[in-house]
Nanobody
């Protein structure tokens, strides 16, 4: 129902910042919970940040204080501001949407983006 396209990934040094963007289609975007997942080859995809339709946010412990998720409903876009990046943040980052936050928390996501690579060198 919701189509998602990520952008903003790249190669940076430890301590640098990146902002990922996820552009969504669909008239009901503002009603969806949105999230960012990341995945390293050989490991399970993990939720790093989520934001509800009402603007409430939550974060994985590993990124608290460094990452900020936000949304601009007028632009149908969700962002992930990533500061103080560490080599262990290296992963493919995926945007996700679901009608309910529980879908993101459990990984039963209705819509996925194609992913954008973030690489942090030491």
């Amino acid at each position: 129902q919701v189509q998602l396209v990520e952008s903003g990934g790249g190669l940076v040094q430890a301590g640098a910042s990146l902002r990922l963007s996820c552009a969504a289609s669909g008239r009901t975007f503002s009603r969806y919970a949105m999230g960012w997942f990341r995945q390293v080859p050989g490991k399970q995809r993990e939720l790093v940040a989520a934001i509800t339709s009402g603007g409430s946010t939550n974060y994985a412990d590993s990124v608290k204080g460094r990452f900020t998720i936000s949304r601009d409903n007028a632009k149908n876009t969700v962002y992930l501001q990533m500061n103080s990046l560490k080599p262990e943040d290296t992963a493919v980052y995926y945007c996700a949407a679901d009608p309910d936050l529980n879908g993101l928390v459990t990984g039963h996501v209705g819509s996925w983006g194609q992913g954008t690579q973030v690489t942090v060198s030491s």
